[in-house]
């Protein structure tokens, strides 16, 4: 199963990860309030779907 997530400008916004630690300018907020970058986000989507389990 392939989705697709599209993030317009107002989802996102600039400082550091609190993943990975990396400064980006692609950082949204999660649902418990932590700022995460966009490849931290799809990494553990990828995992959540793929991965877990095995």
């Known amino acids: 199963m ?5 993030y317009t400008p107002s989802d996102l ?3 550091e990860c609190e993943w990975c630690g ?3 300018s692609e950082l ?7 700022e995460v970058c966009i490849d931290c986000i799809e990494s553990e989507k990828f995992y959540q779907e793929t991965m ?3």
């Open 2 to 6: 392939t989705t697709e997530t599209i």
């Open 13 to 15: 916004h600039t400082g």
């Open 22 to 24: 990396e400064k980006s």
């Open 28 to 34: 949204i907020y999660t649902e418990d309030g932590q």
């Open 52 to 54: 877990k389990g095995i």
